[in-house]
């Protein structure tokens, strides 16, 4: 074979390469632990407006230090995952680069996103109290009232270390300062109705079998109980309780988000960024929120009819880069009042 025969032949198998693997000239590569139902009807959107072809990896943990360990070589553009406790943690792994962008800077609001730009909130949920529908009548309630002693033995809870309560109590700090944070967190053990244990769900559970009467929840937990075809026995706990938003007459409730980062080595970093845009788009808003019955971070874009339904959602302002700071005070506090012990027998 002739040197141009072998290289006409080599580019005949590149062009077959090129059409065979892929139709698309740009991709975009995300690493995510949210589930594929919520993902899919963004990427196929988003695929469909752009041409960009989205490429997913789901996992249930451990994708920072996979990140990590693929280092300079990780395909990694994208991280979608939830709570800033793992937004901030995997900016903490160094595994997350900074974003500048006019337009998510526009859309998302600066107390969802870090100042730095290494990770953005996409929706918001609020971690609120489930009543009794039957045994509580109050409309109104603050998270300082957890530790009020008329509350005793009837409060149930996830463990204080789990991330979603970490959070919380970061707020706390935040909000009142250490002391009475933790002074706080005694009172509020002291009224568990049983050590913590299970998800937030459980906790909506035991109002139900009536072991307790007030259950600390992320808000959407009340729309995938209310819709849960597949175990309607959660319909009937949804049933049995009322969504109170606490402080709703002050400061507001606490939020968390799910949010987005850049990967630190990000080989697709411009696809990266329409993708990340996207996200904070309108449409993209309403479609991610209403997968999983949240709230979208975007003014203007509203939450869907049932999530309205549980009532008005007043958020508390303070940013999630100073709850993410706090973060490992409130641990050790959970640990020094011995929280998950539960309440004194
Ligand atoms: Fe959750």
Known sequence: MTVSARLLAGAALLSVCATTTSAFSEEVNVYSYRQPFLLEPLTSAFTEKTGIKVN??????????????????????????????????????????????????????????????????????????????????????????????????????????????????????????????KEWLEGFKSNLARKPSGNDRAQVKGIYSGECDVAIGNTYYMGKMQTNDKDPEQKDWADSVRIVFPNSEDRGSHVNISGMAMAKHAPNRDAAVKFMEYLSSDEAQKIYAEANFEYPVKAGVG??????????????????????????RASELVDEVAFDDGPAS
Not at 93 to 117: C, F, H, K, W
């Open 303 to 328: 939450a869907s009819e049932r999530v309205k339904s549980w009532g008005e959602l007043k958020a508390d302002e303070l940013t999630l880069n100073e709850i993410a700071k706090l973060r490992k």
């Open 56 to 181: 997913v990896v789901f996992a249930k943990k451990g994708l920072g230090e996979r990140i990590k360990a693929e280092g300079a070589n990780s395909p990694a553009d994208v991280i979608m995952t939830v709570d800033i406790g793992r937004l901030d943690g995997a900016r903490a792994l160094g595994v997350t680069q900074s974003v500048t962008s006019d337009v998510i800077s526009a859309n998302v609001p600066a107390a969802y996103r870090d100042s730095e730009g290494h990770w953005f909130g996409l929706t918001t949920r609020a971690r609120i109290t489930y009543v009794s529908k039957d045994r509580v009548t109050d409309t109104a309630l603050t998270y300082e009232e957890l530790a009020d002693p008329k509350w005793n033995g009837k409060i149930c809870i996830r463990s204080g270390q789990h991330p979603y309560n970490i959070s919380l109590i970061a707020s706390m700090i935040a909000h009142k300062g250490e002391a009475a944070a």
